[in-house]
């Protein structure tokens, strides 16, 4: 926002400049001021004693319709409730005829909360209906008349949640579209990712503008940066302009306060950062998290009621030559491998470099495309005895099959004999067109970053009984996508040190919903003597410490473990550690 004076008051305005924001003047006469950060210092306004202050009506009306948020969520955090508290018994009244979607006890209570609240947070555990949850809200306030269309922003992954729900949760769906070069003014319920919102926002702001709007971040933890972000600063400039905020986010992580005080300056512009920062001041993030537990809504782990389950490591010894070739990345080098130093050294052993590796060296060598599949020979050859390692490693396929290939292939006939539908999950995209070949006669969906067309492979994995096994990355389809009606059965080829993204992908077929008894079975696949028994020992301690949170009532921490670092394969300090110990 932007503040102006008339010549004689520089002086004057320089003081008021410097109160509101440092470095905010962009002239004598001129301030442009972060709207949070003016919200917060908006009383400095008194101490301008010339001649008053003159609004555009639009900015007047936004900062007291700001302000009057902020004080509700004061008496929030005050323990007044008002007269408006609802009870979650209220909740199906006040939805409206149009809605036709069944919420559990915990919907019905994060409903009721969330429109006590005006603005809110749910926090709930990934797979706990958040989406389901943000509609009934929606739905409440649309019958009310104080919102007629909803604007969703979030990971393109999400998109589906969003159309299915809409369809199953009201009797006359919504006009439902994804955005495109401009929003569309004939649609109820927009999505937009967040690659494309800042280059979006006067559109977007536009669309918002012509009716009362909710606005709903999915996945906000991508906004967690705020104003130093290129998500984050589109979000906060696009939030004033909505009637109702709202964000999303179940994937906690060891970051601090910071995060939080992000987050919930979009909900309270103005009011959210001081917010935390008071809670926190001379305690902690799980102090804060007491203190701010009115202004959000979250559903644990323990309270949906799923079936239990364990995921088992199924360990596969390395062939001859592929120990050979391992050993030798690690730098113990056999008789043979000497005359290959050179050429394996050159190949580096990187964590990623390992855990590629540790399923096939063969992948260490570029192929002709990101998306060339190994060519495994059947029958292998015989590998010459004097034949040199590093031609070996590039000829691998040809000599020997892979143990995890070997297994999940296994894993997934089995399955399929008995009329179970399988998903494969690997880091690597040449690990997925090579698990596809092999797959093939279980007319495998396969999903990765270049597939072309997503959406038709899930509906073949989910409707096609010819199609009984899915293979993707948990990159690409490890959030977002429910697929725990067709399938109940899992296999990791690998996993890297990322829990949050371990943890994700796990929750594609294991969340609400479930019907009871459901039996769900994870195989996660370890070659022995490998860096995988490095990330086994390490995911181990991670999931302990995050399952800790997932059943806290409270936030203690909350960020986005899957935004760590693709180059380092999500390694902490720890982690590292551990990784060294294997080297030696």
């Avoid at 603005?119 to 019958?143: C, D, I, Q």
């Avoid at 579209?177 to 280059?199: I, Q």
């Avoid at 004097?386 to 006939?413: N, T």
């Avoid at 086994?536 to 302990?544: I, P, S, T």
Wanted: charged share 25%; aromatic share 6%; glycine share 8%.
């Amino acid at each position: 926002m932007v503040l102006r004076t008339v010549p004689g008051h520089e002086e004057e305005f320089a003081v008021l400049a410097a109160r509101i924001a440092p470095g905010g003047q962009r002239g004598p006469l001129v301030g442009e001021f972060d709207l949070d950060d003016f919200l917060d210092r908006i009383i400095e306004l008194g101490s301008w004693r010339h001649e008053g202050v003159e609004w555009e009506d639009a900015l007047l009306q936004l900062v007291n319709g700001v302000l009057d948020d902020a004080e509700r969520a004061e008496q929030r955090l005050r323990g007044d409730t008002g007269q408006g508290a609802l009870e979650p018994g209220d909740v199906p009244e006040l939805l409206g005829d149009d809605w036709t979607g069944d919420l559990t006890a915990f919907q019905l209570r994060d409903v009721a909360q969330l429109l006590c609240l005006g603005h809110g947070a749910n926090f709930s555990v990934p797979g706990a209906g958040k989406t389901r949850v943000s509609l009934a809200v929606y739905a409440a306030m649309r019958e009310q008349g104080l919102a007629k269309r909803l604007l969703v922003v979030g990971p393109k992954s999400a998109y589906e949640a969003w159309q299915t729900e809409s369809q199953l949760c009201f009797r006359t769906p919504p006009r439902i579209v994804v955005m495109g070069r401009v929003p569309d003014y004939g649609a109820e319920v927009l999505l937009v990712n967040y690659e494309r919102l800042s280059r979006s926002l006067p559109g977007l702001m536009s669309w918002l503008g012509t009716a009362p709007s909710m606005l709903v971040l999915d996945e906000a933890h991508r906004m967690k940066l705020g104003a130093n972000g290129t998500y984050g600063s589109a979000c906060l400039a696009l939030g004033p302009a909505a009637a109702r905020r709202l964000i999303l986010t179940g994937t906690p992580a060891p970051n601090g306060a910071r995060d939080l005080e992000n987050l919930l300056s979009f909900v309270w512009p103005g009011r959210g950062k001081r917010v935390v920062s008071d809670a926190v001041r001379g305690g902690d993030l799980a102090y804060a998290s007491t203190v701010l537990r009115p202004l959000f809504t979250r559903t644990t782990k323990r309270e949906l009621g799923l079936p239990p389950f364990e995921p088992k490591a199924r360990y596969v010894r390395l062939p001859p030559i592929h120990r050979e070739v391992y050993e030798a990345l690690k730098g113990n080098f056999s008789a043979r491998a000497e005359a290959s130093r050179n050429d394996i050294e050159a190949l580096g052993r990187t964590a990623l470099r390992l855990l590629m590796a540790a399923t096939s060296p063969a992948l260490l060598v570029e192929g002709s495309s990101p998306y060339e599949p190994l060519a495994y020979r059947v029958p292998p050859l015989q590998a010459a005895p004097d034949e040199p390692l590093y031609a070996l490693l590039r000829e691998l396929p040809s000599y020997e099959l892979s143990p995890k290939f070997r297994e999940a292939v296994k894993i997934v006939a089995t399955n399929a004999s008995a009329n179970r539908k399988t998903i494969v999950w690997t880091t690597f995209v040449r690990n997925i067109t090579t698990l596809a070949e092999l797959l093939s006669p279980y007319s495998p969906a396969v999903v990765h970053g270049g597939t072309a067309d997503r959406d038709e492979e899930i509906r073949r994995f989910r409707e096609d009984s010819d199609c009984k096994v899915l293979v993707s990355n948990p990159a690409t389809l490890g959030e977002g996508i429910s697929l725990h009606h067709a399938c109940h059965d899992a296999v990791y080829v690998d996993r890297d040190f990322m829990a949050g993204r371990f943890l994700q992908s796990l929750d594609r077929i294991h969340r609400l919903g479930l019907a009871p008894g459901t039996e769900t079975r994870v195989s996660v696949l370890v070659a022995e003597g490998t860096i995988d028994e490095v990330v086994q020992l390490r995911l181990e301690v991670k999931l302990k410490f995050m399952g800790s949170i997932l059943d806290d009532p409270e936030v203690r921490q909350l960020a986005d473990l899957i935004e760590e670092p693709i180059g380092t394969a999500g390694l902490d300090a720890a982690d590292i550690r551990e990784l060294l110990r294997h080297l030696e």
